[in-house]
């Protein structure tokens, strides 16, 4: 059994699968793969309409034409619509589909994959980053749009929206072409970082080392002594919407009679649920962090939320210098994200934008030159 799930960007296969799109385009020997089952979901923006879903109907095509057999229709995820609730209908089916065709037991095991110890200030180590990132050093951060003359009247108008022209110094042999992008890897503001561990519990300088006995995938520290804040600030995406798998684990750690039906009035498969998900949850940007601060009786162990919550994601931006003038300062122009939440719940500050802006010259972050596919690059002389 074959499982893909793919994307693309203006039709073009992923950096990872590039190797596959080479092999689809030369063709599959006919009947090559008439022993193989195969299941697809395909992630895509129905924003960009002439390529939308362009990559995974190539996959599909050469699949079929290779003799392979389909578990479950092409699945489609719309990053410009309820992605969650495609996805998560996609796989209910192939899940449900494979458990009655092998008989298997889809209960799914009891209690948090990781298990927390907490330690003492002094077992503390250096927090973990990606493999793929390297220093970054700030050279300097200016603000493009703040009113020269000192005569801005705040009273009459508005503030104008912040933007930042930054510029970072790469390590010694790391350069970049005109067109490439730079990944930031951002870190959680305090004050989100300190109402995020209020609501669990925990104090900010809290030490603990996290464990996983049955192994698997990781994207936190484990067997790293590290503080409560730190994990938070460095490791978590804190602001993401609210999945429907996350809201049923948190109606699963309530025994309030009124909090748990109405979590689980957004995760119910009717279409009532459907419509109501995707008007306070998903339309209002509503997280996980906003629900338990909504939701008070929920009752949810520190180790269950580390599992909840997927990994912070690095951000790219598209350079906005030339190589010509120095091949190792990057320069970035980043507007602030800021304004009223969605939710009515104060302010919304974007996580990276707010995390650049409040940067230093002698500053470092981390990060990496990434070259896009398909390559943007101005026409050679």
Not at 145 to 159: H, M, Q, R
Not at 207 to 217: C, E, I, K, S, T
Not at 253 to 263: G, N
């Amino acid at each position: 059994m074959l499982a893909v799930v793919a994307a693309s960007y203006n039709g073009k296969a992923p950096d990872n699968a590039l190797r596959f799109d080479d092999l689809l385009a030369a063709g599959l020997p006919e009947g090559s793969l008439s022993n193989v089952r195969f299941a697809l979901l395909g992630a895509g923006n129905t924003q960009w309409v002439a390529t939308y879903q362009a990559f995974p109907k190539r996959i599909e095509e050469g699949l079929l034409a290779a003799g392979a057999t389909p578990i479950v229709e092409r699945g489609i995820a719309d990053a410009a619509g309820d992605f969650d609730g495609m996805a998560s209908r996609w796989m209910n089916t192939l899940w449900a589909t494979l458990a009655e065709e092998y008989a298997a037991d889809t209960s799914e095991a009891s209690g948090p994959r990781y298990q927390v110890q907490l330690l003492t200030e002094s077992d503390v180590r250096p927090a973990i980053v990606s493999k793929q990132a390297y220093p970054l050093t700030v050279v300097a951060n200016e603000e493009l749009v703040a009113d020269a003359t000192g005569l801005w009247d705040f009273s009459i108008e508005p503030p104008r929206p912040s933007a930042k022209s930054i510029t970072f110094e790469l390590p010694d042999g790391v350069t970049y072409d005109t067109g490439n992008h730079l990944a930031v890897f951002a870190k959680n503001e305090l004050a989100l970082v300190e109402r995020a561990l209020r609501r669990l519990g925990v104090d900010y300088d809290q030490v603990l080392r996290l464990d996983m006995p049955a192994g698997g995938r990781k994207h936190l520290p484990v067997g790293t002594p590290v503080t409560a804040g730190i994990l938070l600030t460095e490791f978590l995406e804190l602001q993401d919407v609210a999945t429907r798998s996350q809201i049923q684990t948190l109606a699963e750690h309530t025994q309030c009679p009124w909090t748990r039906p109405q979590l689980q009035s957004y995760t119910a498969d009717t279409e009532e649920a459907e419509e109501r998900y995707s008007k306070e949850i998903l339309g209002k940007r509503i997280s996980v962090l906003g629900l338990l601060e909504r939701f008070p009786t929920v009752e949810l162990p520190l180790a269950v939320f580390l599992e909840m919550m997927g990994p912070i994601r690095p951000r790219f931006y598209s350079i906005s210098s030339a190589p010509s003038a120095n091949p190792r300062r990057v320069r970035l122009t980043v507007g602030l994200l800021e304004g009223p939440a969605l939710s009515g719940d104060g302010q919304y500050r974007g996580t990276c934008s707010s995390y650049i802006a409040a940067l230093e010259p002698g500053d470092v972050v981390y990060g990496y030159v990434r070259v896009p596919s398909p390559t943007f690059a101005p026409p050679p002389r």
